[in-house]
């Protein structure tokens, strides 16, 4: 079945650690996107890309950090400078910029 | 700054009435509108798609676009217990079919028996 695959689906964070998130999806999407939700709050995006090997800032980039070196793949790292990681984070793809996006089954991270 | 405004509720409906969501949006050139349903704990998941002015129905669900108006909206009809859930509405940030979306923070709904 096509989808987008999320891990791990809880994540805990050392202090000073940078901690990936892993985001592959089988559909044949162009575009993946990277969103943070905080409790009772909308989706805020962290990083977008439409095509292989480039990638753009969102909303709320600082701390964070992707790459794409595959159609499928679009790992999201939270480094140590990201002082509030605690949150849902949704990684989504489309076929293209304003097309539906369709989610992962996200991944929750905290703080140890 | 681009915004799409929804009612954060939240909206309280018994069963078997009719919920209606609405959102508002800044964006003149936005060509592509979305609902989105997320249970809680859950991801969003894609309910329905609006392109044009007028009505949409899905089963359900009727999505209706006022582009005049910047205005978009969701009815549940014969509402269920498990339609309980929070609905974001989205919005392409244009031009035309190009850019990204952005969510609205949802409207919590609750139907309740």
């Known amino acids: 079945d096509g989808g987008i695959t999320q891990s791990p689906k809880y994540l805990f964070r050392k202090e000073g650690q940078n901690v990936t998130l892993s985001c592959e999806q089988n559909?044949?999407?162009?575009?993946m996107y990277w969103y943070r939700q905080d409790p009772g709050q909308g989706l805020r995006l962290i990083y977008y890309?439409?095509?292989?090997?480039?990638?753009q800032k969102g909303d709320i980039a600082e701390g964070y950090s992707v790459s794409r070196e595959k159609k499928e793949s679009f790992p999201l790292t939270v480094t140590s400078a990201q002082k509030n990681p605690t949150a849902f984070y949704l990684c989504?793809?489309?076929?293209?910029?304003?097309?539906?996006?369709?989610f992962g089954d996200g991944t929750r991270l905290s703080i140890l | 700054q681009k915004e799409v405004e929804q009612n954060s509720g939240p909206l309280s409906v018994p069963e078997g009435a009719i919920a209606s969501l609405n959102c508002t949006y800044s964006?003149?050139?936005?060509?592509?509108f979305f609902w989105y349903r997320q249970y809680s704990g859950k991801s969003p998941e894609l309910i329905m798609s609006?392109?044009?002015?007028g009505d949409k129905e899905d089963g359900r669900f009727t999505a209706q676009l006022n582009k005049a108006s910047q205005y978009v909206s969701l009815l549940i009809r014969d509402s269920q217990p498990s339609d309980s859930a929070t609905y974001l509405c989205?919005?392409?940030?244009?031009?035309?079919?190009?850019?990204?979306?952005?969510f609205g923070k949802g409207t919590k709904l609750s139907v309740k028996p």
């Open positions: 989504a793809s489309s076929q293209q910029g304003a097309w539906p996006q369709h």
């Open positions: 559909l044949n999407h162009d575009a």
């Open positions: 890309s439409q095509i292989v090997n480039d990638f």
């Open positions: 964006d003149r050139g936005s060509q592509s």
């Open positions: 609006i392109y044009s002015n």
């Open positions: 989205a919005v392409n940030t244009g031009p035309g079919s190009q850019g990204n979306l952005i």
